[in-house]
């Protein structure tokens, strides 16, 4: 057997990502302008945050435990980290307006960021 490591868990997660986006929009080449909503920045090192930076995209990614948070931000896995809710949703909405390609790390429950 053999180890893949991280890299190939983010090229898995770009290309399912991209895939998804052309579900909804066929012309769809990346993910600019549009915010990808995840959770979870344990085991797979916050892959989904930078797969979605990669595929061009603004990825709001919502971690309850503030240490695996941290990590993945110093690791750079995510770009910036947010506590409050409106300042994230306030960034996001910006991020998108300017089509940029960013990961925005939420500190709590991915209920709370949905609702």
Known sequence: YMYIGPQGIV??????????ARKIDPKAKDLSGKIFVTSGLGGMSGAQAK???????????????????????SQGWVDEIFTDIDSILDRAILA??????????????????LE
């Open 11 to 20: 090229h898995g997660t770009t290309i399912t990502i991209l895939n998804a």
């Open 51 to 73: 797969a979605a930076v990669i595929a061009k995209g603004v990825c709001v990614i919502a971690e309850i435990n503030s240490k695996a948070l941290h990590k993945r931000h």
């Open 96 to 113: 998108r307006k300017n089509k940029e390609a960013v990961s925005l790390a939420y500190n709590g429950n991915i209920v709370d960021l």
